[in-house]
């Protein structure tokens, strides 16, 4: 449902301003008319759009910037996070983790940059609203699985799901589709649930004072939106490693 004008970001009115009708044109065509065609962009899509842009703006700048001899500041953070994930990878996916790693980093950079944003004033956490952590829950969900059956092939990869002993597999079939399909809502309402308490927190704090109690709590915001991104990280790399994990082929 559309939020009203006054709750708007600037980014949000100037979407809706100038490029209502594109979006309203392509939602009618696809059969999801918005309720309101004149304004049709959510706080939510612009917000995810702008932190699109800044993470791509940032990479931009940085990438001329590399040195091996000379490495700035912001270069040696970023490989303090590759390493760091790098390292997480290895612990959870053993066999040929770095082809995972580029998933796994965008994931953290990603969902990072979207829970930071909130707490810029003006601005609104993306990850706050249940559609964009489901969306990319249902993401780490297709690519888990995907890399699981690329491993190992299909037949192999779904064979997993019988169990060790053929005479379980009556009742470990839906028990294990039942646990992949509670994955993606696990990781959407543990990431949603926490930012959008985190920012009400925040802005409710804001409304009582200006200096002492919001400066607090938008520390905890920060530590927060910097646990969420790991922890959705961490259990995708559990999720990938358990799907193209050796024990497949051992029959576990």
């Known amino acids: 449902m559309a939020q009203e004008h006054e709750f708007d970001v600037w980014t949000t009115?100037?979407?809706n301003d100038y490029l209502a009708a594109p979006l309203t044109n392509f939602l009618t065509a696809i059969g999801h008319?918005?309720?309101?065609?004149?304004h049709p962009w959510e706080n939510?899509?612009?917000m995810e759009l702008l932190v699109v842009v800044i993470i791509l703006a940032l990479f931009a700048f940085l990438r001329p910037r590399?040195?091996?001899d000379k490495p700035g500041r912001l270069q040696l953070t970023f490989e303090a996070i590759y390493g760091f994930i790098g390292s997480q990878a290895q612990e959870g996916i053993?066999?040929?983790?770095?082809?995972y790693l580029p998933f796994a980093g965008?994931?953290?950079i990603f969902i990072l940059f979207m829970n930071l944003i909130g707490i810029v004033p003006g601005f609104e956490s993306p990850t706050m609203t249940a559609t964009v952590p489901a969306g990319i829950a249902v993401a780490v969900f297709?690519?888990?699985n995907y890399m699981g059956m690329r491993s190992h092939g299909v037949g192999k990869y779904l064979a997993h799901f019988a169990g060790p002993m053929p005479v379980l597999a009556p009742l470990m079939i839906p028990i294990e589709i039942i646990s992949h399909l509670a994955r993606p809502l696990s990781l959407t309402i543990r990431l949603f649930a926490n930012m959008f308490a985190g920012e009400k927190v925040t802005m409710a704090f804001l409304g009582l004072s200006y200096l002492v109690l919001p400066a607090v709590f938008m520390g905890l915001h920060t530590f927060v939106a910097f646990l969420q991104a790991f922890i959705f990280m961490?259990?995708?790399i559990i999720y990938v490693g358990s799907a193209v994990g050796h024990e497949h082929e051992e029959g576990h």
């Open 234 to 236: 961490l259990l995708t």
């Open 33 to 38: 008319p918005p309720d309101r065609p004149d």
């Open 106 to 108: 965008t994931l953290f």
């Open 142 to 144: 297709l690519y888990y």
């Open 13 to 15: 009115r100037l979407f």
């Open 66 to 68: 590399l040195s091996v």
């Open 94 to 99: 053993t066999h040929e983790h770095q082809k």
């Open 44 to 46: 939510w899509i612009t």
